[in-house]
């Protein structure tokens, strides 16, 4: 297995890349201080890329789609010291795989990287509503959901997932207009204005 760690902080890169030995048998790491270095290493195929939201050459979320968007066949988490939930929504709304706060201890890392590269998409938020769910909250609605059709209820689990409208599409044999018309209509329904919204609101309901 290839793992590319991007950090600037050499002392943290150093580490993390020690504690890569205990992810995987045989995993081999390559490292990047900068977004420059990150993208002259990404010729080559990895799977995984592990890299801090706030770095040299980095201009926000926009950089941070850029390189999501280079690399669709592998998983991108972000490990960072900011906590921030606007960052947190901000990530994975474009297109991470994961967010993980650098105050995680490292057995708790390994284990969220492991899910990752199962597949599974892992937001702090959520894990916390999975952890203690709300079932009184009043931002929910669970007569809203009785609103939503079969085929927007399989939209929205393939948001839950983390896919992008076009996995959705392919998924579901749709266009991609026809998957974003359903998640405008999961917006309206549910009163959220973000994916990750969506699927938090279905997770506190456990229709998902």
């Known amino acids: 297995m290839r793992v590319l760690l991007a950090d600037d ?10 504690l890569m030995a205990d992810l995987v048998e045989n995993v081999r790491v390559s490292t990047a201080g900068s977004l420059e270095e990150l993208k002259s290493q990404l010729v080559e195929p990895f799977d995984l890329l592990v890299m801090d939201l706030r770095m040299p050459g980095m201009k926000g979320m926009r950089s941070l789609t850029g390189v999501v968007h280079r690399v669709p066949e592998t998983p991108v988490v972000v490990i960072s010291a900011t906590e921030s939930q606007a960052d947190v929504n901000a990530c994975m ?5 994961g967010f993980i706060p650098k105050s995680t201890p490292a057995p708790e890392m390994l284990a969220i990287l ?6 599974e998409l892992y937001h702090p938020a959520l894990e916390a509503t999975a952890q203690h769910p709300s079932w009184e909250s009043d931002d929910v609605d669970r007569a809203a959901f009785s609103e939503l059709s079969g085929r927007q209820m399989q939209v929205l689990a393939e948001m839950a997932k983390g896919s992008t409208n076009k ?6 044999n749709i266009s991609e207009h026809t998957v974003k018309t ?6 309206s ?7 990750v919204e ?3 609101q279905a997770r506190l309901m456990g229709v998902i």
Do not use: W, Y
């Open 9 to 18: 902080h050499q002392l943290f890169l150093d580490g993390i890349t020690m």
């Open 93 to 97: 709304e474009a297109g991470v795989r």
């Open 114 to 119: 492991r899910r990752v590269l199962a597949g």
């Open 167 to 172: 996995e959705i599409a392919a998924v579901l």
């Open 182 to 187: 359903h998640i405008a209509k999961l917006f």
């Open 189 to 195: 329904v549910l009163k959220v204005n973000s994916r």
């Open 198 to 200: 969506c699927a938090q």
